[in-house]
């Protein structure tokens, strides 16, 4: 079981950063990759960063150049810097985790989200 716990979201004017932050506790495999996905109102929810256990990223075009993604090994913590941000960025942003368990089984883990609203 992996419990995974969201922090730093909050209302930002656009243009301006947010640092979310995610601890992640438990039993953590080798094999496993983290990051953050976001749903805005009446949206599906939608990828918007990813890092793996060997720090392979991938990004949402929508953010490229904007935001960045990185680990912290010692402490399982995932961050996600945004900066330059947008109103069309509002939305509540869930941290994710995927690793490989008993018999090469995939698990999806989901935190409970923080809200992060970008307006003036």
């Known amino acids: 079981q992996v419990q995974l716990v969201e922090s730093g979201g909050g209302l930002v004017q656009p243009g301006g950063s947010l640092r979310l932050s995610c601890a992640a506790s438990?039993?953590?495999?080798?094999?496993?990759?983290m990051g953050w996905y976001r749903q805005a109102p009446g949206k599906q929810r939608e990828l918007v960063a990813t890092i793996s256990s060997g720090s392979s990223t991938n990004y949402a075009d929508s953010v490229k150049g904007r935001f960045t993604i990185s680990k912290d090994n010692a402490n399982n913590t995932v961050y996600l810097q945004m900066n330059s941000l947008k109103p069309e960025d509002t939305a509540v942003y869930y941290c994710?985790?995927?690793?490989?368990?008993?018999?090469?089984?995939?698990?999806?883990?989901w935190g409970q989200g923080t809200q992060v609203t970008v307006s003036s």
């Open positions: 994710y985790l995927y690793q490989l368990q008993r018999l090469s089984r995939g698990y999806n883990y």
């Open positions: 438990g039993t953590i495999f080798s094999i496993t990759v």
